[in-house]
Nanobody, 123 residues
């Protein structure tokens, strides 16, 4: 079983910064990619940023130039540095990973989600 644990959310004023972390643990064979998604009240969950195990990144247009995603494959950890935060970015931020778990010939590819961490940006 694989678990994701997020941290780093909180309350910040507009223009401020936060750094989110997400650690994956369990019987992990390899990580294909990790990412961050967010969901505001009454809205659908949307992609913020993703990164492959090789370091290729993708960002939502609205966060380009302000957010930076990075990965430490050795630690099974993904980070999201968020700068110049805006009130409309208040949401629950979820970590996601696409990875292979197991060992030997007993391998499986699955998608996992964290429990979410609240980010609140005040004006």
């Amino acid at each position: 079983q694989v678990q994701l644990v997020e941290s780093g959310g909180g309350l910040v004023q507009a223009g401020g910064s936060l750094r989110l972390s997400c650690v994956a643990s369990g019987n992990i064979f390899s990580i294909n990619g990790m990412g961050w998604f967010r969901q505001a009240p009454g809205k659908q969950r949307s992609k913020v940023a993703t990164i492959t195990g090789g370091g290729r990144t993708e960002y939502a247009d609205s966060v380009k130039g302000r957010f930076t995603i990075s990965i430490d494959v050795a630690k099974n950890t993904v980070y999201l540095q968020m700068n110049s935060l805006r009130p409309e970015e208040t949401a629950v931020y979820y970590c996601n990973t696409d990875l292979i778990s197991g060992s030997g010939t007993d391998l499986r590819l699955d998608d996992y989600w964290g429990q979410g961490t609240q980010v609140t940006v005040t004006s």
